[in-house]
């Protein structure tokens, strides 16, 4: 053909093309007429030989491209060179030394392998006439990891699983460059400090606020500014006030009166729970008699066969809810019972029948449960005044958050009466919606006052851990930096160790995060 077509890499000369059963073959040849010596960088012009080179390339035409490459050895004219003959390097978009591959097919092959992984990137190349194996494109993939060439300045870090609540890892984030920069085989506070020390340019560390990274940012990179993730405050104070709730059960209990329990007044699901709590109280006795007599919380496992964290509940007042309220499909649709039940409609599947049309998709048991509870209630000489059952720590935390006209009037009963009782809770549960506000206005200069107002009520534990964490805390209300964006990467993380069915090594899975990002 004589001349350089546009179908071949940059830096081959065209000398023909041939179509053969499946495969276009090109002969070709280097367009350059002089090569430089690998080892010491002279150019020569001084051809020793030639030989026959075959790259694999890009398909055409619903056809696989291979290329025949006329290559040439030379001398080096360099006398005191330790090489004397070489082998002419192509232009690094033609091919790599000792390649069978073009870089631009090389690059797809990468991408693939990213993509996809081992076996289904395998059978997608082949759909798209490139022949490379499973291997292979791990191969790749593995040869092109490498860490970003620029120095972090702000960067996220957090904890990803190997296996849930048994191995852990550290992803770290770029969050100027939004991408994944390291992965970390451990969680461990030396690891997480050796990392930081070797890179003096970081400026920002954003984390959550576990005791191990607040203690490798520390002393890894002392200078820094260290950035309270601002998703986990506003869960860690809901879940101070969850641990509110909890604590102030026993009151809650004798405010709602569920001391005593007529067992004619509760429903069929109702009576097996109260077996069930009858059975638990046992145990519990057994467990607080022991915690008594000053028995350490590992012999009592040993000696009950129960589970550590069940002991360790039981001795905190934990574990006394008779009835344990769950989130119910009927939830939502309480509202619209109550104003059925009011208007005169006390037909179970009446009241089924209304629910499905505003969307319920439960069965007519749950709202028959539902009508012989309330019936239950209504012949109950307390039930008009007070309610029998409690629910429980969750669910009363849950109901207190709730906007008033979204609890049905039975909920709405209760939470007057535990409010009255325990004004506490109603102080912790302004506290928090407090400091909920406070992070998303990031008004920094509300914590002081905040610290101040919950340190003597029930959320002073949780103010003491912001007051340790204050630095932190006050840079996530005044930095535009947060955990989130690495939150958002430890998902891809997630999304790609799964896509390698826990067969892939850890190189493996950073060297497809690396590589993608």
């Known amino acids: 053909m004589g001349r350089d077509l546009s179908l071949a890499p940059c830096g081959l000369f065209i000398e023909s ?8 073959v090109i002969l070709a040849r280097p367009s350059s007429g002089t090569a430089d010596c690998p080892l010491c960088g002279s150019p020569s012009t001084r051809v020793h030989s030639t030989y026959q080179r075959s790259l694999a390339d890009l398909p055409s035409h619903g056809r696989a491209v291979r290329i025949k490459l006329s290559t040439r050895r030379f001398r080096c004219v360099l006398a005191t060179c330790g090489r004397r003959i070489f082998t002419e390097r192509l232009a690094a978009t033609a091919g790599r030394p000792f390649a069978r591959r073009t ?38 993939v593995r040869r092109h990891s490498a860490l970003p060439a620029t120095a972090p300045r702000v960067v996220g870090i957090d904890d990803w699983a190997f296996k849930r609540g048994h191995r852990y890892g550290t992803i ?10 390291d992965l970390l085989p451990d969680r461990e506070a030396a690891t997480v400090t050796a990392w930081l020390a070797a890179r003096p340019s970081i400026g920002m560390i954003a984390r959550d606020r576990g005791v191990g990274y607040i203690q490798a940012a520390t002393d890894g990179r002392p200078k820094a500014i260290q950035v309270a993730d601002r998703w986990h405050l506003m869960e860690n104070a ?18 709602v009166g569920s001391d005593v329990v007529d067992p004619a007044a509760l429903s069929c699901a109702e009576l097996r729970q109260h077996s069930g709590w009858l059975r638990r109280e046992e145990e519990n006795t057994a467990i607080l008699a022991l915690a008594k007599q000053g028995v350490a919380l590992k012999e009592i496992v040993r000696l009950t066969g129960k589970s550590r964290g069940l002991v360790r509940q039981v001795v905190r007042g934990g574990r006394k809810d008779i ?33 499905k049309l505003a969307g319920f998709a439960g069965g007519l048991r749950v709202i028959a449960e539902w009508v012989t509870r309330r019936r239950n209630d209504e012949r109950t000489a307390t039930g008009a005044a007070r ?49 909920h506000s ?38 996530a209300l005044t930095q535009p930096w947060s955990n989130g964006q690495t939150e958002g990467q430890n998902t891809k993380l997630k999304l790609v160790k799964r896509q390698m069915y826990g067969r892939a090594n850890f190189d493996l899975l950073r060297a497809r995060l690396l590589g993608a990002t």
């Open 238 to 255: 809901s879940a101070a006030f969850l641990t509110a709730v909890q604590q102030s059960m026993q009151g809650v209990r004798a405010a």
């Open 172 to 181: 770290i984030c770029d969050l100027e460059q939004r991408r994944i920069i």
């Open 323 to 355: 009835f344990r309220s769950r989130l119910s499909s009927l939830d939502p649709f309480l509202k619209q019972l109550d104003e059925d039940w009011v208007t005169g409609c006390r037909n179970g599947a009446a009241l089924w029948r209304r629910a």
């Open 438 to 475: 406070m992070i998303k206005r990031r008004a920094g200069a509300d914590l002081e006052p905040w610290i101040t107002d919950a340190t003597p009520g029930l959320l002073g534990s949780f103010a003491k851990g912001i007051v340790q964490d204050r630095a932190a805390v006050h840079a």
């Open 17 to 24: 093309a041939e179509a053969e059963t499946g495969v276009l």
């Open 103 to 140: 870089a631009r097919l090389e690059g797809i092959v990468h991408h693939l392998g990213l993509a996809l992984g081992g076996r289904p990137g395998q059978s997608f190349a082949r759909r798209l006439l490139l022949p490379v194996s499973k291997d292979t494109l791990l191969r790749v």
């Open 387 to 435: 309610p029998r059952k409690v629910p429980s720590a969750r669910a009363i935390a849950r109901m207190m958050t709730t906007e008033r006209g979204l609890l049905s009037k039975t909920v709405t009963r209760t939470m007057a009466i535990i409010e009255g009782a325990i004004p506490a809770l109603v102080v912790a549960r302004d506290l928090m919606d407090r400091f």
